[in-house]
């Protein structure tokens, strides 16, 4: 069984590499659920991590749809990892009606190109995942990671496992809630892989800040936080 963990700095990738992880997913931003990492993050990984990385592209946080703007930036990020020499890219698109974008993930995949490619936890979200399993078969997509639709794997283990009968070419990569009490329960049910971060909260400072940087208004699943341009206007216009 192949043990992917999702990094989200190079501490954490060292990490996982020492402790044994077959791959790594690399991002930033756990807190929303993985976000692009930086490019300066990017190269060092490469330069210091020698197991397997696959890397997110996921441009905000918010939903799986994105603009034609925001699917440029996607694809110039996929460039940019296939350059670095990176194995693999997880993403993908959905539709506002909380179907597979063919389309989009088609372009992604096609300029990530022999890279790995694993359909991410926009999985969970998708209504009809037995039409959207065929499709991801029929792009020869790698590995779908989720959380069988529910808050944690372990909850939606059900699921994957019927969704891992049913694949025919896919892996189904198990994914959210993964530790050390349950991981067998994986393991014994003939996953391929399992996707966890290990993380723990570490104390960095011996004082905690009188002002909290961290805006909670900003965390949604259905709302992009966008500059308005009234705002913007009414500003420049007081100032100037």
């Given amino acids: 069984m192949i043990v992917e963990v999702c990094a989200n700095s ?3 990738a060292l990490v996982a590499e020492c402790a044994g992880a077959d791959r790594i997913e690399l991002c930033s931003e756990l807190a929303v659920g993985g976000l692009t990492p930086s490019y300066g993050l990017l190269k060092a990984v490469k330069d210091q991590v020698s197991i397997p990385v696959h890397v997110l592209i996921r441009p905000r946080s918010g939903d799986f749809t994105y603009s034609e703007d925001e699917l440029d930036i996607m694809l110039s990020d996929i460039k940019l990892c296939a350059e670095l020499g990176f194995d693999g890219i997880v993403s993908g ?5 909380f179907s597979l974008d063919v389309d989009r993930t088609k372009k992604l995949m096609a300029t990530a190109g022999n890279l790995k490619f694993t359909f991410h936890r926009a999985f ?3 209504k009809n995942t037995s039409e959207a399993l065929g499709q991801l078969e029929a792009m020869q997509v790698d590995y779908i990671l989720s959380s069988g639709q529910q808050k944690s794997a372990p909850l939606g283990i059900d699921f994957l496992s019927e ?11 198990p994914g959210s809630g993964v530790n050390a009490g349950n991981v067998n329960a994986f393991k014994l049910k003939g996953f391929p892989a399992v996707h966890l971060s290990g993380t723990a909260m570490i104390k960095t400072l011996s004082n905690k800040p009188a002002i909290s940087m961290n805006s909670e208004g900003f965390l949604s699943d259905d709302h992009c936080a966008v500059t308005q341009l009234s705002n913007i206007k009414e500003v420049i216009a007081k100032v100037k």
């Fill in 10 to 12: 190079l501490e954490s």
């Fill in 93 to 97: 698109v959905l539709l506002e009606n």
């Fill in 124 to 126: 969970d979200w998708i």
């Fill in 163 to 173: 969704l891992n009968s049913k694949s025919k070419k896919v892996q189904i990569m």
